[in-house]
Every structure is written in structure tokens, then in C-alpha cells.
């Protein structure tokens, strides 16, 4: 966090660049919400935290997933805009955004995913992780060393791909046997492993919230990876010693 601060005051002072007040005004043929829609949003996430187990609010265990949580938001945002507008006929008829949105993101991602299915089975048919645990027990490294090598490679993975999922799709499966092999837990190495896809995602030019973002705030995409990249290092690098360090 002090170095997400420090690299941006430095970029800041670089750029010149100064704080402004933008004021953002509705378009005429569009009508302000209610502050209540505000919940919206973070209503998926309420109700994961509701029905989780970790509040004991009903006398019986009530879970939900995430999946449901999220279905259960859109019925009640439309029930909101129900009561707003009466008009079911507009209702039905924006609900193809929510749709298409869906598709759009659908048919990215598990093309990704199915990708990386594939690069892990060729992996697997290489020998290539037979041969990075022989490497690692060779060199006195075990469960210690393999960690930290399949951490900075899917982080780096996540780099070349734009997606923390697909890197994580890719080397995540052939973690089990590793670990059973060493004998340790999965999760000790598949944690790193799933943190380190995220922050690669963050410094990845090719990523797609990256571009989203980079659109939005009107700049080039490489601007927002170049203010990312010394935070994101530091991040990984603070993961690697804690949790190899400290806690393996």
C-alpha cells in the first residue's frame, strides 16, 4: 500500500499532473436512481457474508453460493426497477443486456480456459513436471523451492496472458500430485499460486480489465501497467517471504 502511494506521487509529479473536480451530469433522457440502488452491487456480496456460516443469524446452517447470491441480486434489482418504472415490458427488455453481457464474457473466458486444459495435459505428457521436481531434488530445493517456482511462473503466465483464470486453469491441476509427492498440502502451494495469477493480471497490457480501465480513464494502456508494475513486484515479493518464509 505505501508503495502504491509513493510510485503514484512520483508518477504524478513526473506527468505533472494535478488533482481536478470532474462533475459528472445525467443525460437528459436519462433519469437519476434512488440511493437505495446503491445496494445494489454489494448485495451479492451481503448475502454470501449472510448465508456463510460465519454469522449464526438462523437456527439452522444456510449456505448459498456465489452463483445464487448473484441470480438473487438480479431478480431483486428488477423487483427495484419494477416498483420505480411499472413498466415490466422495459424490465425484460434490458434484462438482454445482463444477458449478452454474460455471453460476451462466457465465451472469453472458457476459450481460455479450455486452452489452458490443453497446456496442462501437453505439460503433463512432456514430462515437464516430472522433470522440474527431479531439477528441484536435485538441487536440495523440495516443496520449499518448488513453490516458489510455480508461483513466479504463473505469475508471469498471467503476464503473458491477460488472465489470471487461464494461467491458474494451466498450473493449478498438476499441483496435487506434486504436492503428494513431497508430502504436503495442496493449498500451501496452490494459495501462492492463486495469488500471484491476480497481481500478473494487473501488470499484464493485454488484460482485459486493464484495457477497460485504461479506457475509461482516457490514458494508454501502458501507463496504468507502468504505475502497477513496481506495487505489484513488491506485493509478490512480500507474498513469497511471508508465506515460504514465515508460514511454510
Known amino acids: 500500500m505505501v508503495s502504491y502511494f509513493l510510485v503514484n506521487k512520483y ?15 445525467p443525460k437528459a433522457n436519462e433519469a437519476a436512481a434512488p440511493a437505495i440502488y446503491a445496494l445494489l452491487p454489494v448485495l451479492p456480496l451481503i448475502l454470501l457474508l449472510t448465508f456463510s456460516g460465519v454469522f449464526t443469524i438462523f437456527p439452522i446452517k444456510l449456505t448459498i453460493e456465489t452463483t445464487t447470491a448473484m441470480l438473487l441480486s438480479l431478480v431483486m434489482g428488477m423487483v427495484f426497477e419494477l416498483v ?20 460476451d464474457i462466457f465465451k472469453s473466458v472458457v476459450t481460455l480456459i479450455i486452452a489452458a ?15 522440474l521436481i527431479s531439477i528441484a531434488q536435485g538441487m ?23 488472465s489470471g483464470n487461464a ?18 498440502a495442496s493449498t500451501s502451494i496452490l494459495l501462492p ?36 508494475l513496481i506495487p505489484i513486484v513488491a506485493v509478490l515479493t512480500t507474498l513469497l517471504i511471508y508465506h515460504f518464509g514465515i508460514c511454510f
Open 84 to 103: 420505480r418504472t411499472r413498466n415490466i415490458k422495459g424490465i425484460f427488455s434490458s434484462f438482454k443486456v445482463f444477458l449478452d453481457g454474460m455471453g
Open 11 to 25: 508518477f504524478d509529479k513526473k506527468d505533472k499532473l494535478k488533482p481536478i473536480e470532474v462533475k459528472v451530469k
Open 140 to 162: 536440495g530445493f523440495g516443496a520449499l523451492g518448488i513453490g516458489i517456482i510455480m508461483t513466479l511462473m504463473i505469475f508471469f503466465a498471467a503476464i503473458l496472458m491477460g
Open 167 to 184: 494461467a491458474f486453469f494451466a498450473f493449478g491441476p498438476l499441483i496435487p500430485n506434486v504436492a503428494k509427492q513431497f508430502g504436503v
Open 193 to 228: 499460486m492463486n495469488l500471484s495469477a491476480s497481481m500478473g493480471r494487473a501488470i499484464s497490457p493485454i488484460a482485459g480489465v486493464l484495457i477497460a480501465t485504461a479506457e475509461v480513464a482516457g490514458v494508454p494502456v501502458m501507463e496504468v501497467v507502468k504505475r502497477n
Open 117 to 131: 486444459e490443453i497446456f496442462a495435459n501437453g505439460l503433463i505428457a512432456l514430462g515437464f513436471m516430472d522433470g
